[in-house]
C-alpha cells in the first residue's frame, strides 16, 4: 500500500519565477493537506483540500495557491517565488470521514529559491 | 487559539538512559495532542496521538506519553534510548474542536527538539 508520494524530491528555482509542487494521497484518502517547514522549525499549515475545494487556509498570502483533482491527489502552486519561500514542503493525507488524525505524511519536496 | 511550546531544541542522551521531551499546549478545549518524529531528509512519522481515551498513550518504537490536564503538559518518553532514536521530534496540537468533535483540524506543530544520543 503505498504512502504519500511527493514530486519533485528536489527543486531549484529563480526568485520570481513560479513553482508547481505535486502529491498523491496514500490509497483510500481523499484529504490533502500541506504545509511549509523553514530550516530550523517545525511545519506551518498552509491550506487543506477536500472535495476539490479548498476548506482551510493558514496564514500565508495569495501568491501560495493549490488544486484537488478528481483522483484525490493534489498540487501546490507558489507565485513570484522568495527566497524566504525555501522550505521543506510536506503533503499530508487524511480521511474525512475517519476524522481520527489519521494523518499520512510524504517525504516532502525541498524548494531551494536563489 | 491552540499552541505548542517545546522546552530543549536540542537534548542529548547516553545509549539506555532514559528520554523526556517536554511539550506544554495551550488550548480553550480538551484538545487532541501528537508526537511526531522526522528523521534526517525524510518526512514526519507519527509516534503517537491522545484523541481524549487514557491519558497514557503508548506509541511505537517504545515511546509513551501521558496528558495532564493540570500541568498542560505532553511530555514524551522512552525508558531506554537507542541509537535509532537520534532525530527531530515534533509535538503538536490540533486547531479543531478536539475531544468536542467539529472538523478534523490542522495540525499546529512546537518547533522542535533534536535528540542525540551517545554511544
Known amino acids: 500500500d503505498a504512502g504519500v508520494t511527493q514530486s519533485p524530491t528536489h527543486l531549484i528555482k529563480t526568485r520570481g519565477q513560479q513553482v508547481t509542487l505535486r502529491c498523491s494521497p496514500k490509497s483510500g484518502h481523499d484529504t490533502v493537506s500541506w504545509y511549509q517547514q523553514a530550516l530550523g522549525q517545525g511545519p506551518q499549515f498552509i491550506f487543506q483540500?477536500?472535495?476539490?475545494?479548498?476548506?482551510q487556509r493558514g496564514n500565508f498570502p495569495d501568491r501560495f495557491s493549490g488544486h484537488q483533482f478528481p483522483n484525490y491527489s493534489s498540487e501546490l502552486n507558489v507565485n513570484a517565488l522568495l527566497l524566504g519561500d525555501s522550505a521543506l514542503y510536506l503533503c499530508?493525507?487524511?480521511?474525512?470521514?475517519?476524522?481520527?488524525?489519521?494523518?499520512?505524511f510524504g517525504s516532502g519536496t525541498r524548494l531551494t529559491v536563489v | 487559539a491552540q499552541s505548542v511550546t517545546q522546552l530543549g531544541s536540542h537534548v542529548s542522551v547516553s545509549e539506555g538512559a532514559l528520554v523526556l521531551l517536554r511539550c506544554n499546549y495551550s488550548s480553550s478545549v480538551p484538545p487532541y495532542l501528537f508526537w511526531y518524529v522526522q528523521y534526517p531528509n525524510q518526512g514526519l512519522q507519527l509516534l503517537l496521538k491522545?484523541?481524549?481515551?487514557?491519558?497514557l498513550v503508548k506509541g511505537i518504537n517504545g515511546f509513551e506519553a501521558e496528558f495532564k490536564k493540570s500541568e498542560t503538559s505532553f511530555h514524551l518518553t522512552k525508558p531506554s534510548a537507542h541509537m535509532s532514536d537520534a532525530a527531530e521530534y515534533f509535538c503538536a496540537v490540533s486547531d479543531s474542536g478536539g475531544v468536542y468533535g467539529g472538523s478534523q483540524g490542522n495540525l499546529i506543530f512546537g518547533k522542535g527538539t533534536k535528540l542525540s544520543v551517545k554511544p
Open positions: 499530508a493525507s487524511s480521511l474525512e470521514m475517519g476524522r481520527n488524525y489519521g494523518y499520512t
Open positions: 483540500y477536500y472535495e476539490e475545494e479548498e476548506r
Open positions: 491522545y484523541t481524549s481515551a487514557a491519558t
